[in-house]
Nanobody, 124 residues
Framework: QVQLVESGGGLVQAGGSLRLSCAASGRSFGAYAMGWFRQAPGKEREFVAYISTRGDTTYYTESVKGRFTISRDNAKNTVYLQMNSLKPEDTALYYC?????????????????WGQGTQVTVSS
């Protein structure tokens, strides 16, 4: 069992930056690959970024490449999402998740543990 708690969301102007954190409790955080997803009002939850257990492999959805960076600190049981050059279309509720199934790193059905989400709002 893994409990995940996101923080770091807020209101920011377009072009600004935010750093999201996801703190994990429970055993064996380092055994889980992790992902960030987001859900805007009226839209489905979508993949944003993925990081492998040791942090040596990362994937991003096309719209955030070059602007967002996912990282992790296994000693602190924490995964991060650094978001730069934010755009209004990045506005969403952001979730971190621990990967527990093998349906693919981009597939939300691969993730069995989820946090409650943190709101990111980007004003134009």
């Amino acid at each position: 069992q893994v409990q995940l708690v996101e923080s770091g969301g807020g209101l920011v102007q377009a072009g600004g930056s935010l750093r999201l954190s996801c703190a994990a409790s429970g055993r064996s955080f380092g055994a889980y690959a992790m992902g960030w997803f987001r859900q805007a009002p009226g839209k489905e939850r979508e993949f944003v970024a993925y990081i492998s257990t040791r942090g040596d492999t990362t994937y991003y959805t096309e719209s955030v490449k070059g602007r967002f960076t996912i990282s992790r600190d296994n000693a602190k049981n924490t995964v991060y999402l650094q978001m730069n050059s934010l755009k209004p279309e990045d506005t969403a509720l952001y979730y971190c998740a621990a990967k527990t199934y093998s349906y693919g790193s981009y597939n939300r059905n691969s993730y069995g543990y989820w946090g409650q989400g943190t709101q990111v709002t980007v004003s134009s």
